[in-house]
């Protein structure tokens, strides 16, 4: 099937990797990037994450960037979604789409994930694609990836796990394959559950369910191996330029 992504132009693509990493570059591109959608959109995963959603829920999305997932949700019949970005270009271009085309009630505002704004307990489910992979471009070896890196992982996770309800459901939509994001999600600091399905026809991506309070026992929990990961097709045709330069910094797949 043909993807219909729009392409990001050379301007806005990164020389490196690392420059995911700076505020800066995420606001000088969404100055120039009307729309862009990382890995797949919405159509792609909504069976897997609707059957987490009612009409009553609500939803957290973090780093929102000119996605149209949100657009999704509400037309799915989810309309208390709120937004946040740290970029305030990407913020400012949000909310001004989202009220021309009618999405008054969606919120938007900029912020930074290690530091959430919000009170404990008050979303039904935290939502994010491609954000937290962000964390990872620099991360060094993604079997022990470094001690910034993990720092600034972990304030993410706590501040996601601190706003989730008792029940609260966290969905991470990402490259990062389940022997890199597992032993991280499933830290003692979290009661939530760990599940993960994939989607996308040829190339997979990862969706990380995590539900709160679900977790059994940290003995259920296997020790993850060490092991040679197998080398990705380079030429792969679902993979756009961009999308596999931040593939390969994410989880460094021939280490
Ligand atoms: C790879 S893009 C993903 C955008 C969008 N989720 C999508 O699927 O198209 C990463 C986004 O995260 C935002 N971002 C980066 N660091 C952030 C942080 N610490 N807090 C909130 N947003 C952040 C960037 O501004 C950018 O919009």
Not at 82 to 96: F, K
């Amino acid at each position: 099937m043909a993807d219909t992504r729009p392409t990001p132009t050379e301007s806005v693509t990164p020389s490196t990797a690392s420059a995911y990493l700076n505020p800066s570059y995420w606001d000088e591109r969404f100055s120039k990037e009307e729309k862009y959608e990382w890995f797949k959109d919405y159509s792609h995963f909504r069976h897997i994450i609707q059957p987490h959603l009612t009409p009553n829920s609500s939803v957290l999305e973090l780093g929102c960037g000119n996605s149209q997932m949100c657009d999704g949700l509400y037309k799915d019949g989810t309309t208390n979604i709120t937004c946040i970005d740290l970029s305030h270009v990407a913020v400012n271009n949000m909310r001004n789409r989202l009220l021309s085309q009618g999405f008054k009630d969606i919120k938007v505002m900029q912020a930074d994930m290690l530091e959430l704004p919000f009170d404990d307990e008050c979303f039904d489910l935290v939502i994010e694609k491609g954000t937290m992979d962000v964390l990872f471009v620099d991360s060094g070896d993604p079997w022990n990836p470094k001690p910034e890196t993990m720092s600034k992982v972990m304030s993410t996770l706590k501040g996601v796990h601190r706003v989730l309800k008792e029940d609260g459901i966290f969905i991470s939509i990402t490259f990062g394959q389940p022997h890199f994001r597992r032993p991280i999600f499933n830290a003692p600091d979290f009661t939530w559950s760990v599940e993960w399905t994939t989607f996308g026809e040829t190339f997979h991506y990862f969706v990380y369910v995590l539900k709160k309070g679900q977790r059994s026992s940290y003995e259920d929990i296997q020790p993850v191996k060490r092991f040679e990961v197998p080398t990705f097709n380079l030429l792969h045709e679902e993979l756009e330029s961009e999308d596999f330069t931040f593939l390969i910094n994410v989880d460094e797949l021939n280490s």
